[in-house]
């Protein structure tokens, strides 16, 4: 059973970095043909792809997030990081991070989740 869970502070103050952490269990995030997301969800909005490292390491970002995202990873602890900076309070939403099959595009594994909000 492959699951995946979201960690990281729950508050963090405009113009700050918000980090969040995805830990795997029941798969590596090594093995071939999964890509690694995270896709946010602001109150009353829709999901946004915020981008995805791939098994090999490479990543991926949507243009608009582009020069505040990155994303990386501690294959020793099976774990993916998301770094976001300079945060605004638009960037409140709920965090999820998700598994991904390259091939299909199928959104697999989904964490359950973690609410982040930007506020002073």
């Known amino acids: 059973q492959v699951q995946l869970q979201e960690s990281g502070p729950g508050l963090v103050k405009p113009s700050q970095t918000l980090s969040l952490t995805c830990t795997v269990s029941?798969?590596?995030?090594?093995?071939?043909?999964?890509?690694w997301s995270w896709i946010r969800q602001p109150p009353e909005k829709g999901l946004e792809w915020m981008g995805a490292?791939?098994?090999?390491?490479?990543?991926y970002f949507t243009p608009a997030l582009k020069n505040r995202t990155s994303i990386s990873r501690d294959t020793s602890k099976n774990q993916f990081t998301l770094q976001l900076s300079s945060v605004t309070p638009e960037d409140t939403a709920v965090y999820y991070c998700?598994?991904?099959?390259?091939?299909?595009?199928?959104?697999?594994?989904w964490g359950q989740g973690t609410q982040v909000t930007v506020s002073s």
């Open positions: 490292i791939s098994y090999s390491g490479s990543t």
């Open positions: 998700v598994r991904v099959r390259i091939i299909e595009r199928e959104y697999e594994y």
């Open positions: 029941g798969a590596s995030i090594t093995t071939n043909y999964y890509h």
